[in-house]
């Protein structure tokens, strides 16, 4: 496991603005055509979402990078879900929900190197309170794969100073898509969200040309 640093003097120092974008495009493209052939042949992602859709309560947790991807996730399934909740920004603290885990919850973890040590305790003592553990990671071998329930593991390898996104937010557009496709109730819960939205004025009128 590299950190920033050490992939800044390996990667980053010393290259010409040039050099770098191309290395950087290069590497983006090879590893976006392995997570697409890695999600055409895995069925983690499909795992995943059916346990999503048959959950009561929802909930996601990151810490770091992690947490942006957690939140991303959580407003792509709220949109559709009920029930779904966000650890770590500060309005849901994780004692508060461990110390109420009932059947039916679901925890979905997003943990990429170098791997958050609260998010790692955080859901061992949520599988430990017989609550189901649903795992976005970036290794086969990383924190929680042992104890999760579906794992979905997507590589993050860079040509930067930072990790990758780029395939892991392939794999939250598929997991989200397809849990929303497969819940019944959420083609009406889109239509009324959409509806309140307008009601509220949340969104500037913006007509696109084609």
Do not use: C
Request: charged content about 25%; hydrophobic content about 45%; glycine content about 8%.
């Amino acid at each position: 496991m590299t950190s920033p640093s050490e992939r800044f003097d390996r990667h980053v120092q010393r290259r010409s603005a040039r050099v770098l974008k191309q290395r950087v495009l290069d590497q983006q493209r090879t590893e976006f055509d392995k997570a697409l052939a890695r999600a055409a042949d895995h069925d983690e992602i499909e795992r995943a979402a059916a346990l999503i859709v048959s959950a009561r309560r929802r909930f996601l947790l990151g810490y770091g990078k992690s947490l942006a991807y957690a939140s991303m996730l959580a407003t792509d399934l709220s949109a559709g879900l009920s029930g779904v909740h966000l650890i770590g920004d500060g309005s849901l603290r994780a004692l508060d929900v461990l110390s109420d885990v009932r059947q039916g919850d679901l925890l979905i973890a997003v943990s990429m190197a170098r791997y958050r040590r609260e998010t790692v305790e955080i859901a061992e003592t949520w599988a430990r309170n017989d609550g189901q553990l649903v795992l976005i990671t970036d290794a086969d071998g990383a924190p929680l794969t042992g104890v999760a329930a579906a794992g979905i593991v997507i590589g993050a390898d860079s040509a930067s100073y930072a990790t990758s996104p780029t395939s892991v937010v392939l794999a939250l557009h598929l997991l989200a898509t397809l849990t929303i496709a497969s819940s019944k109730g959420a083609g009406r819960r889109l239509r009324e969200r959409d509806a309140l939205a307008a009601g509220l004025g949340l969104y500037v009128e913006h007509d696109v040309q084609d």
